[in-house]
């Protein structure tokens, strides 16, 4: 009888179910299958030896993947009835919850020289180049929030001083205030997808558009629309500076964070002003601000937001199917996640956000070893962007699913009743 030998790749299985995707040539005896995961399977027979191998080789494989959704590679499946994100979080190997302080501060020279590479770009560059230096810079920039991110979750360091002055100092250029930042974040990881509490990505509602005056459905038509980007400088204003909305036990650090970027602006914002006037002010802070901005607004829409990806009420919301199955996984190209440090390897961070950034990937495959069949996936670009703008524009609670500005297009009972 023939031996064979088997060739798995990606640690494929065969099955009853796989499928020939071509012939066996006569010389090898070679044939490949396809598992129902899209996987691939390489089987070759040869004649001339006895015995059985098989031999796991890691190859990564990456396949162009049609769904019914432009820009989505794969659309999770629900998750089994009982299921609890603890469940899923006892799947994940203990590694991938170690604080490395060298990979840490790794993540910092990693950003720190990217940025001053990109304004020693930006000195010497054509203005027909800014352009691609913006493109560059405005990426690099994001890496100092995605840092100061890591230490608002206490996944840079174990010291929590070192977390909050490390948070302080990269997010502050940003005029962006650590302290408030991380509450109302530590908010949306507890309701993520939810409606009313979540506060990172809260969709409006057909009410709130019909409702409005001229300048208000203009203005949401605009940040769900060609205007998505600008969408987080709206959210930093509304969230970030106003003491109300912080607890008296939280404000102390609160004003920490106020006046440290009340300084860096006073200390350097204004003095740019002043000696280099408003050309300067925009080309050495406003538009690499306006990138990072950009990343923000593209990250948290694409991460949080898809068609078939409910907001729920609170009744209806389970944390394992919002943090599992109702984040998203992006695929960006290498030199983003790069400088970004993998902030869109997104679902690990929903399922724990103790995972620090660099450990983001090995926490991924593990889970995609386990749950696979449940992560939404998608790949950036104009068919992903211009589905979740064209398709994804008002919420309707009351229907469960995403519905258009224009009534007329929302079906009968969206016309005659807004939620």
């Known amino acids: 009888m023939a031996a064979m030998h088997l060739q798995l790749q990606a640690s494929a299985q065969i099955s009853s179910s796989d499928r020939i ?74 590694e991938v919850f170690e604080v490395d302080d060298f990979k840490a501060f790794k993540t910092v020279a990693i950003t720190v020289s990217s940025v001053a590479a990109g304004y020693a770009a930006l000195a010497v560059a054509p203005w027909y180049l800014y352009p691609i230096v ?80 001229p300048l208000v459905r203009g203005v949401i038509r605009a940040t769900m629309g060609p205007l998505w980007w600008m969408a987080s400088v709206g959210h930093w204003i509304f969230w970030h500076f106003d003491l109300s909305k912080f607890r008296p036990q939280e404000q102390d650090k609160v004003k920490v964070s106020l006046a440290a970027v009340a300084a860096f602006a006073a200390l350097v914002l204004a003095p740019l002003l002043v000696t280099q006037g408003p050309v300067g002010f925009v080309k050495w802070w406003l538009v690499p601000w306006l990138g990072f901005h950009f990343w923000m607004s593209t990250f948290t829409m694409v991460h949080h937001t898809a068609p078939h990806i409910p ?31 993998d902030i869109s390897v997104h679902i690990p961070h929903h399922v724990s956000t103790k995972i620090p950034s660099y450990n983001l990937r090995k926490a991924y495959a593990a889970i995609q070893e386990k749950w696979d069949r449940h992560l939404n996936k998608a790949e950036f670009g104009f068919p992903l962007m211009n589905t979740i703008i064209d398709q994804c524009n008002l919420f309707d609670a009351r229907r469960s699913k995403w519905v258009k500005f224009d009534k007329n297009l929302r079906g009968d009972a969206a016309a005659a009743t807004s939620d």
């Open 311 to 341: 907001f729920k009420p609170n009744r209806e919301w389970y944390a394992v199917e919002a943090q599992l199955n109702g984040t998203v996984h992006c695929d960006y190209p290498a030199w983003i996640d790069l400088l970004c440090h």
């Open 134 to 213: 913006y493109a560059f810079l405005g990426t690099a920039v994001t890496g100092l929030f995605v840092i100061g991110h890591d230490c608002g979750h206490n996944s840079f360091s174990k010291s929590q001083l070192v977390n909050d002055v490390v948070g302080t100092i990269v997010m502050t250029p940003l005029i962006y205030p650590f302290e408030p930042w991380r509450i109302k974040h530590n908010t949306h990881h507890a309701h993520t997808n939810k409606l009313i509490m979540d506060t990172a990505w809260q969709p409006f509602r057909p009410h709130q558009y019909d409702n409005g005056s």
């Open 21 to 94: 995707l071509a012939s066996p040539f006569k010389s090898s005896g070679f044939c490949r299958l396809r598992s129902p995961r899209s996987q691939i399977l390489d089987v070759s027979v040869n004649p001339k030896k006895r015995g059985v191998g098989v031999r796991a080789v890691a190859v990564p494989i990456r396949e162009e993947v049609q769904t019914s959704i432009p820009g989505f590679t794969q659309l999770g499946e629900p998750v089994p009835e009982g299921l609890s994100l603890n469940d899923v979080v006892k799947t994940l190997p203990k």
